[in-house]
């Protein structure tokens, strides 16, 4: 792996859990397929939710860094991966995916489908809280990280009043998972699965704003948030994701 500044407008590439050959016939073998790309910045947290899931997985795969204040996103080349502009996309050979969520089932259906849930029901149980993820909790999140922590740095005022209304909606949200997490460790059951993976993008950002202590009065998430904290992968793809975005330092994606 390079030692590039993920952050960087103009960094290099970077490839993740490169296998290393420890003899001639995994040398020759190693180099027999191409790593998958992921094409984005790494400081976006549906980027992130893709590389936590990659990470889980074990996979070898290639960062391909753009700028969005570059208007990366907006180039002929990558209208072609994805018609609507945006990131992550992932490049697996011949295939080409986009949309996060999507991108992460893939990636364990290849690699790792046990974190799908094991047997009918628990599939059905982390498909379930995928979803509440993606329709209920991330719009809240997305209005609160965008007012508190991006639009600052960008020369916008903030909505307080939007802000606001979310953190009311959040309120009666943050009961569901509570009563949810005090049955069971993570929200499909005992071991942790994609339904909990999907959650980290937004809850990163989210859980480095004023507002984090929203999430203290409830026990049984605080311990699920810690937990998901500690697991190799997270550390890993966090440390790309700097509470500011990266707006702070300069390194703006």
């Not at 943050?174 to 993976?197: F, H």
């Amino acid at each position: 792996m390079t030692t590039t500044n993920p952050h960087s407008q103009v960094a290099k590439n970077i490839v993740y859990n490169n296998p290393i050959a420890t003899d001639e016939q995994s040398k020759s073998s190693s180099v027999s397929m191409a790593p998958m790309k992921l094409y984005g910045w790494v400081v976006s947290p549906w980027m992130g939710r893709v590389r936590v899931c990659l990470e889980e997985a074990g996979v070898e795969y290639e960062v391909v860094p753009m700028s969005r204040s570059g208007g990366d996103h907006r180039r002929p080349e990558h209208l072609a991966r994805n018609p609507f502009g945006e990131i992550p996309v992932l490049e697996d050979g011949d295939l080409t995916l986009y949309q996060s969520r999507a991108i992460a089932r893939y990636i364990f259906r290849k690699y790792k489908p046990e974190l799908l849930g094991e047997g009918l029901k628990e599939s059905a149980t982390v498909d379930m809280w995928v979803e509440v993820e993606s329709h209920q909790l991330e719009p809240v999140l997305l209005n609160i990280v965008a007012n508190c922590i991006i639009k600052p740095y960008i020369g916008l005022d903030r909505d307080q009043a939007a802000v606001d209304e979310s953190l009311g909606k959040l309120r009666t949200l943050l009961p569901v998972y509570e009563a949810r997490l005090s049955a069971c460790k993570y929200l499909a059951g005992d071991d942790v699965t994609a339904a909990d993976l999907c959650h980290f993008g937004f809850m990163r950002y989210f859980m480095a704003s004023e507002y984090a202590g929203v999430v203290d009065a409830y026990s049984h998430i605080k311990a699920w948030w810690d937990a998901l904290l500690e697991r190799p992968a997270v550390k890993k793809v966090i440390a790309d994701m700097p509470p500011d975005f990266g707006f702070g330092s300069g390194n703006i994606p």
